[in-house]
């Protein structure tokens, strides 16, 4: 059994601090996501989990072990990287069985457990080859048979896909999920990609100059995220935000002065701070077409992109917002074309002043 | 990176020839000859300056050619070599004690260079304060012509007045001054340390640049795998710097077989440091036995070359891209 636990985790470089006290909670066969833009400070929360760097703030516990002053080799954990950091001059199971070798493993042991990594991994038939003689799918899955050999507690991977071309992106995607389906090994990955974090995570964790900004499963941040950079950078396209101004008519009833001059009114919590709101975010597949004159959102159509089975439309507002809405393919939508557009009520997010979301009752 | 480019390199290189041969059109044709264009003058300052000058030596060898009579020299074929009433240079004691002289210097400063070298440039490799002043005060002792050092050493060791018997008495090591550059035992050994002295640096340099290309991310693998700094040493760093080293010994080596001003300010013509070099301009300015002398020049060349491809061959230096894979 091995969970993970951050307790204000912080790291500076210097004078520049660039994780800002980090609090996450991992459980045992949990698949942890770290995603966020460049500089987010996700790798290194990565490299501080594995001991590659030292932790300047906090504690963290690795099966409720302190690991704070533990090195890499002590705390159970093994590590994908990014470059897949393979041995050049060891053939490939001279690169699994290395670190086992020089931890006085038993030969046998070592043995069986590289066949087992290499069967899983389909790289029997590769066994005797050096680094440079694979291709870059083959030796990801080098660097990630060289990783489960050592049984690991903790398995972490930083951003091992990001080396691949599109189409061994995907495919090294669906195995790594299967792997850690299988094995059940407690999994933090780190990556840019917001496709990859949805698709992998059990638990996906929003990083964003060095702050925790939502943690929880895939669709609760697509469905509710708690701000607007959350909003922003989970789904594609990205969410549409549209600046409002909006006065409460009742207890639950918000109504939003849209850009155009229209209305529209939304059911919100008491004691929120609604009235404040001053962003609206809707997703572009959140968006049905309707009637220009009453629709809460108009304008014209400015570029469409066609992808076959659906179609982006990009609506410039008359203040001049841009707002993208996700078509059936075939829609045939034009440029030129005035549009009316209406959100879903229970996709429509609101944020106030601080870029916080405001809560909005579930389920309506 | 490094690898990845090196499997491109490879790929381009398994198909290079059938392209060649599938397309070989103007545009090829003009390709090939616009490298000439770019070779020969390149080309021509090669011949001028290493061609000719090696094959007018080899030219020598076979005459009796003498320094103030090159013109009207007589072809004797290979008298200088080896004949039945003098002998030649493969008969003369003298120059296979230099032969032997040149190789034992060669086998034991290029040696301690690539020992001292290699840890100087594990050293500088590390990252500390001031690493950049070290880098480049360690070159002092390179950057120095060698007559200069040579001589600045010859006074150092001078039996008399040198500064090292002096420290050597003082602090109780020796009780009589030593004449290191004139006893037998001790010419060579202060020959040696003098050029391992002016050469490490060369070494280190050469080595470091080999260090700062090895893939930092392998290092971070090997912490994770719990691997001891000491086994990382020996199973990652040097496996993976031997083709710097192989190029650095090389380097070392080529020099070490013709080393001539160091040993001739330092200790003259004495026997027990000649060298091959050393040797031949003996010949060909004392004695002013220019065919003799190239006879002994043209040896010269030929054991540097043979050992050269032996060594290469032997240790498989890639001198081409690959050999950084």
Redesign the interface.
């Known amino acids: 059994m091995a969970n993970l636990e951050l307790k204000g985790i912080r790291k500076s470089f210097g004078t520049v601090e660039v994780v800002k006290g980090i609090d996450l909670t991992i459980e045992h066969g949990e698949f942890v996501v770290f995603v966020g833009p460049s500089g987010c400070g996700k790798s290194t929360l990565l490299r501080l989990i594995?001991?590659?760097e030292d932790i300047t703030g906090g504690d963290m516990w690795i099966g409720g072990e302190r690991v704070n002053d533990l090195?890499?080799?002590?705390r159970g954990?093994?590590?994908v990287?990014q470059?897949?950091?393979?041995?050049?001059?060891m053939t490939v199971y001279q690169n699994m069985a290395?670190?086992l070798k020089?931890?006085k493993t038993d030969p046998r042991t070592i043995d069986d457990a590289i066949q087992e990594a290499a069967r899983m991994l389909q790289l029997e038939p590769l066994l005797e080859r050096l680094?440079?003689?694979l291709s870059?799918g083959q030796r990801q899955r080098v660097a990630i048979g060289?990783a489960i050999v050592?049984n690991p507690k903790v398995f972490l991977l930083d951003e091992p896909l990001s080396n691949l071309d599109a189409a061994l992106r995907v495919q090294t995607r669906l195995e790594i999920a299967r792997l850690q389906k299988r094995m059940n090994t407690t999994s933090v990955y780190v990556t840019h990609d917001q496709v990859e974090a949805m698709t992998l995570a059990d638990k996906v964790v929003v990083l964003h100059d060095g702050v925790l900004e939502q943690c929880g499963p895939p669709l609760e941040l697509y469905h509710h995220p708690a701000n607007k950079f959350v909003a922003g950078f989970i789904g594609s396209p990205q969410m549409n935000f549209l600046k409002i101004t909006a006065d409460r008519i009742d207890g639950r009833t918000l109504r939003c002065n849209m850009p155009g001059g229209n209305t529209l009114d939304l059911a919100v919590e008491q004691g929120v701070g609604a009235r404040f709101a001053e962003t609206l975010g809707i997703r572009p597949e959140h968006l049905r077409l309707a009637d220009p004159e009453t629709a809460p959102i108009k304008g014209e159509i400015a570029v469409v992109e066609r992808f076959g089975e659906s179609e982006l439309a990009y609506v410039r507002t008359p203040d001049g917002q841009s707002v993208v809405v996700r078509l059936q393919g075939g829609a045939g939508a034009r440029i030129g074309t005035k549009v009316g557009l209406v959100p879903l009520d229970e996709e429509t997010h609101l944020f106030g002043p601080d870029e916080k979301a405001i809560p909005r009752p579930r389920g309506v | 990176m490094a690898s990845s480019s090196a499997l491109t390199d490879s790929r381009a290189s398994s198909s290079a020839p059938t392209r060649s041969r599938a397309s070989s059109n103007a545009l090829t044709r003009s390709r090939v000859r616009s490298a000439w264009m770019f070779m020969i003058p390149m080309l021509a300052v090669l011949a001028l300056v290493a061609g000719w000058p090696l094959l007018r030596t080899i030219w020598l060898s076979f005459t009796d050619a003498t320094l103030d009579a090159t013109s009207n020299a007589q072809f004797i074929g290979l008298a200088n070599y080896y004949n039945a009433t003098w002998g030649g240079v493969l008969s003369d004691p003298m120059w296979w004690n230099s032969v032997w002289n040149t190789l034992w210097f060669m086998g034991v400063s290029v040696s301690l260079e690539l020992v001292l070298g290699l840890a100087l440039a594990l050293l500088l490799n590390q990252a500390f304060r001031g690493r950049g002043l070290l880098r480049a005060a360690v070159l002092v002792p390179w950057a120095i012509p060698t007559v200069v050092s040579a001589q600045m050493w010859g006074w150092m060791l001078h039996d008399q007045f040198g500064v090292i018997n002096d420290m050597l008495m003082t602090v109780g090591f020796i009780s009589d001054p030593i004449a290191w550059t004139a006893g037998s035992t001790t010419a060579m050994w202060a020959v040696v340390m003098v050029d391992v002295w002016k050469t490490t640096p060369f070494m280190a340099l050469l080595i470091l640049t080999g260090l700062q290309m090895l893939p930092s991310d392998c290092y971070e693998a090997a912490k994770v795998d719990g691997v001891h700094p000491f086994k990382v040493f020996w199973k990652v760093t040097l496996p993976l710097l031997k083709p710097a080293i192989m190029v650095a010994v090389i380097f070392r080596a080529l020099d070490a077989l013709r080393i001539f001003d160091l040993i001739y300010v330092l200790t003259s013509n004495a026997s027990s440091t000649m060298t091959m070099s050393v040797y031949a301009r003996q010949q060909l300015v004392d004695f002013q036995d220019v065919g003799y002398g190239s006879a002994a020049s043209t040896m010269l060349f030929l054991i540097i070359a043979v050992l050269t491809v032996a060594y290469i061959t032997l240790g498989k230096v890639k001198l081409g891209s690959e050999g950084q894979s």
């Open positions: 594995a001991g590659l090195p890499p080799a002590k954990i093994s590590m990287f470059s897949y950091a393979l041995y050049p001059h290395f670190g020089l931890a680094p440079k003689q870059g060289r050592r």
